[in-house]
């Protein structure tokens, strides 16, 4: 098994499409997937561990937010998928199970998985787009295999799903964004510093904090 998950991610990697065809009919498909996914999470969180570290957060407590992370980036996938699904079939009058698609779908994220290398300094930003491109380019040909569009076609089918999905969070998603974030508080035992700030801000932000705590 270990060596067959193997073999097939290999093929991903390399974006062959024999890996998504064999997929199709694979009963266990939908499993491996999604451990698929689950572990690029865990590496994607791995490589934003950053901010876990500036906020100063404890071993078993930042343990516990990359599981959650991780988590989350599996119901990400679930959400992002979802919405290929109903682009695909509403646009493109293409019918397929969901869980299908999520089986081929969830193996293209496995260039995510050396998501921990974003935390390489000076080239940790250049990492995350060849990454999101080397999935991006994997999505493209799982959704030739199991719509049996043309290239054109699937990347028109996955960006108008990207879309749909960045509406949906930006309106109706709003309240679980709040809910997730305060989970993600939760879990680490403090009030997380915002991601997006630079790291040297970061670790002023948090040790400002510490002086107010003390």
Do not use: K
């Amino acid at each position: 098994m270990l060596s067959f998950g193997l073999e097939l991610l290999g093929q991903v990697l390399w974006l062959q499409r024999e890996p998504f065809e064999s997929l199709l009919g694979s009963a266990r498909g939908l499993r491996w997937s999604l451990l698929v996914v689950f572990l690029a999470g865990l590496s994607q969180a791995l490589g934003q561990s950053v901010v876990l570290f500036a906020n100063r957060v404890r071993p078993h407590r930042f343990v516990a937010s990359l599981l959650l992370n991780a988590a989350l980036y599996l119901l990400g996938f679930a959400l992002f998928a979802s919405s290929i699904w109903l682009v695909a079939r509403y646009g493109f009058g293409r019918h397929t199970s969901l869980g299908t698609l999520m089986r081929l779908v969830g193996v293209a994220y496995a260039p995510y998985l050396f998501g921990f290398f974003v935390l390489t300094p000076y080239f940790g930003s250049f990492i995350a787009v060849a990454l999101s491109l080397w999935s991006l380019a994997a999505v493209l040909v799982a959704l030739e295999v199991v719509f049996g569009l043309s290239l054109a076609q699937a990347f028109l089918c996955s960006a108008l799903g990207w879309l749909l999905l960045q509406l949906t969070q930006r309106s109706l998603g709003r309240p679980l964004q709040r809910a997730v974030d305060a989970g993600r508080s939760l879990v680490a035992g403090r009030s997380l510093v915002l991601q997006g700030e630079p790291l040297e801000d970061l670790v002023r932000r948090a040790r400002r904090e510490d002086d107010r705590g003390r």
